[in-house]
């Protein structure tokens, strides 16, 4: 059914609001925006990032735990996508509490579109919803540090000030829970285990172990028995 959005929209505010918002997640809003979006709209109880058409886009560059019940409440009633970056190159950029540059230099750590099973083990179920959907934007970005004293023992006191957007190097869509078995390598063994999957994959077992965890909950693989202590998995003829 076709919802009547003269009544669900409250409120609106023109432009892209950045109050409260780090600079990732302005940033990425206006890279995402068309003509034709509204943003920063009253939904219901909650404030929504972009309002495309009949479609609620919401952007989230933390851990999904914080957006979880929006979503599974908005899902309800409405289409809603979730984009979600993952940073794949980052420059870190050291400044004095005072603001000035102090160093500029890239971070050996590179983020891979496997990384999102990081989060989506907050809530993988979300994936079987008809009205869910998931964009992934792969990126590069400078993360400001501050030299403040503020931040934890394992940086020496430099804090995390800000995330700045240089680039969209890939965009990623899954629209139902078969768009994830991209994921699975075509020659994987059937049945499998985590270690297996591991080395498929070149990932590391806790990596292997999210992914199955996840695809458990979807319902894309299944327990088929064991070996030994370890599980065996299997995919699910769809």
Request: glycine share 6%; aromatic share 10%.
């Amino acid at each position: 059914m076709e919802k009547n959005w003269n009544n669900v929209i409250k409120e609106e505010h023109r432009g892209i609001n950045i109050q409260n918002e780090g600079s990732l997640h302005n940033q990425i809003k206006q890279w995402y925006a068309q003509d034709e979006d509204r943003f920063e709209v009253k939904v219901g109880r909650y404030i929504i990032d972009i309002v495309r058409d009949n479609q609620l886009i919401e952007i989230q560059t933390r851990n999904f735990s914080s957006i979880r019940n929006k979503i599974r409440n908005l899902i309800i009633n409405y289409p809603v996508r979730l984009v979600y970056p993952i940073c794949e190159e980052k420059w870190i950029v050291t400044i004095s509490r005072n603001g000035e540059f102090i160093s500029r230099r890239k971070s050996p750590k590179k983020g891979k579109l496997i990384d999102f099973f990081n989060e989506l083990i907050r809530c993988p179920e979300m994936i079987n919803e008809e009205n869910f959907s998931l964009e992934i934007l792969m990126i590069q970005a400078e993360e400001i540090r501050c030299h403040d004293g503020k931040g934890s023992w394992r940086r020496k006191g430099i804090s995390i000030h800000d995330k700045i957007l240089l680039d969209v190097t890939q965009s990623v869509v899954y629209e139902s829970k078969k768009d994830f078995l991209s994921f699975l390598p075509n020659d994987l063994p059937q049945p499998f285990t985590n270690k297996l999957l591991s080395k498929y994959m070149g990932i590391s077992i806790p990596q292997a172990t999210r992914m199955t965890y996840c695809f458990k909950k979807i319902g894309l693989i299944q327990e088929v028995g064991k070996q030994g202590n370890t599980i065996l998995y299997a995919k699910k003829h769809l």
